[in-house]
């Protein structure tokens, strides 16, 4: 995996026209961490959202994942354009060591006590998001391998969200901290 760290976003107007030239376009600096992620459609989703969001990678426990027929349907054709990683879940505390000589920080998303609102969050500029299992969330020794927990503020009885919306939730408030205004990009692409 390349070091595509992304300096601004690419609005609408400026997506290129051709397939060919969409691979050179850069990344924002946030890999999605869905290694703890079992459901095959919930897996899609996330990378729907980390292709259409231009995320660097999305890590899942193993590729062969993509090949599934519910992860297909809701990856829809993402899976062709997302940079993706296989990282099973014995394999974290490795990876994330290596990133954090990349300067990446891990940032776990759990409905736990302690945690920080992510409404009140500042996200480094490199960072991994790492989302939780479903129905149970995020193991005590994975939390203990991040260097931030946030958590999303919920109001009602459900003490939790699905992993796609979750992420979505997470995902949109990074970019609001690192992504520049459309009218930043009107010479440069």
Request: aromatic share 6%; net charge negative.
């Given at each position: 995996?390349?070091?595509?760290?992304?300096?601004?976003?690419?609005?609408?107007?400026?997506?290129?026209?051709?397939?060919?030239?969409?691979?050179?376009?850069?990344?924002?600096?946030?890999?999605?961490?869905?290694?703890?992620?079992h459901?095959?459609?919930?897996?899609g989703?996330?990378?729907?959202?980390?292709?259409?969001?231009?995320?660097?990678?999305?890590?899942?426990?193993?590729?062969?994942?993509?090949?599934d027929?519910?992860?297909?349907?809701?990856?829809?054709?993402?899976?062709?354009?997302?940079?993706?990683?296989?990282?099973?879940?014995?394999?974290?505390?490795?990876r994330?060591?290596?990133?954090?000589?990349?300067?990446?920080?891990?940032?776990?998303?759990?409905?736990?006590?302690?945690?920080?609102?992510i409404?009140?969050f500042?996200?480094?500029k490199?960072a991994?998001?790492?989302?939780?299992?479903?129905?149970?969330?995020?193991?005590?020794?994975?939390?203990?391998?991040?260097?931030?927990?946030?958590?999303?503020?919920?109001?009602?009885?459900?003490e939790?969200?699905?992993?796609?919306?979750?992420?979505?939730?997470?995902?949109?408030?990074?970019?609001k901290?690192?992504?520049d205004?459309?009218?930043?990009?009107?010479?440069t692409?």
């Open positions: 995996m390349a070091d595509n760290a992304c300096e601004r976003s690419v609005p609408f107007e400026h997506r290129p026209a051709s397939r060919h030239t969409y691979a050179t376009l850069p990344r924002h600096s946030l890999i999605l961490c869905a290694s703890l992620v459901n095959p459609a919930n897996l989703g996330l990378c729907r959202l980390a292709e259409v969001f231009r995320l660097e990678c999305l890590m899942m426990s193993s590729l062969a994942i993509a090949q027929a519910a992860f297909r349907k809701t990856a829809v054709s993402a899976h062709h354009w997302q940079p993706m990683m296989a990282c099973t879940p014995h394999e974290l505390p490795t994330f060591d290596h990133y954090r000589q990349q300067n990446y920080q891990v940032i776990g998303l759990d409905s736990t006590q302690h945690t920080t609102p409404t009140s500042a996200f480094p490199q991994i998001l790492l989302l939780g299992q479903e129905l149970t969330g995020l193991p005590t020794p994975i939390i203990e391998q991040c260097d931030q927990v946030v958590t999303i503020p919920q109001y009602g009885l459900v939790s969200l699905n992993v796609q919306h979750a992420g979505a939730i997470a995902i949109y408030e990074y970019l901290q690192h992504v205004s459309p009218d930043s990009h009107k010479d692409l």
